[in-house]
């Protein structure tokens, strides 16, 4: 099956500074990637829609210039959480969209990264 | 109202017995429909996914979906306490479209 891979998988950092997250794609192209946050014993929320080339699309609520999405290649996604806070302390996943039998497609996840603002 | 719903759990079961999860939804433009599985802390994997009303089979893993009703469910045959995870259904309107999730049914097989 289609994996995923992020990196980090667990950071920690001090408030005010910037943290990327990596997500790649290792054995296929993944012209969609998207990106959640988790919050414990909640389910996912979509922050954005990362498409190749272009920028991405955000979720309403989602603020784009502190989270930067920045999708170059095909396999290659980054988020950005610039001047990071406790606030934005959360679990980050990324998935990438693989095409399904019966013309339609699903969401393959990365591991996720665990982001810990001091 | 959430779009999709699901029963938050615990869900609590001996090992062996099997495991029923579910999850409704409103809006009939709802065409495919996944399963997820999501252990602590780590990303959702796919377990299973369907189109068509019916149900559909993996190993110990059963898919159900009733489009008539908007009710769909994942049978666990078998339970392992490996099973223990959360459950998350999620649902799509059309090829390229967003996943809808539910919010996910928290699973403890107990040995």
């Known amino acids: 099956g289609a994996v995923v891979s992020q990196h980090p998988s667990w950071v920690i950092c001090k408030s005010g500074t910037s943290v990327k997250i990596e997500c790649r794609s290792l054995d296929f192209q993944a012209t969609t990637m998207f990106w959640y946050r988790q919050f414990p014993k909640q389910s996912l929320m979509l922050m954005a829609t990362s498409n190749e080339g272009s920028k991405a699309t955000y979720e309403q609520g989602v603020e784009k210039d502190k989270f930067l999405i920045n999708h170059a290649s095909l396999t290659l996604s980054t988020l950005t959480v610039t001047s990071a806070h406790p606030e934005d302390s959360s679990f980050y996943i990324c998935?990438?969209?693989?095409?399904?039998?019966?013309?339609?497609?699903?969401?393959?996840f990365g591991p996720g990264t665990r982001l810990t603002v001091l | 109202q959430k779009e999709v719903e699901q029963d938050p759990g615990p869900l609590s079961v001996p090992e062996g017995a099997i495991v029923s999860l579910n999850c409704t939804y409103s809006?009939?433009?709802?065409?495919?429909f996944m399963w997820y599985r999501q252990y602590s802390r780590k990303g959702p994997e796919l377990l299973m996914y369907?189109?068509?009303?019916g149900n559909k089979e993996d190993g110990r893993f059963t898919a159900q979906v009733d489009k008539s009703s908007k009710y769909i469910s994942l049978f666990i045959r078998d339970s392992q306490p490996s099973d223990s995870a959360t459950y998350l259904c999620?649902?799509?309107?059309?090829?390229?479209?967003?996943?809808?999730f539910g919010g996910g049914t928290r699973v403890l097989v107990k040995p």
């Open positions: 369907t189109y068509s009303s």
């Open positions: 999620a649902m799509v309107k059309a090829a390229g479209n967003k996943l809808t």
């Open positions: 809006n009939s433009a709802f065409q495919y």
């Open positions: 998935s990438a969209r693989v095409p399904l039998a019966g013309g339609t497609d699903t969401q393959y």
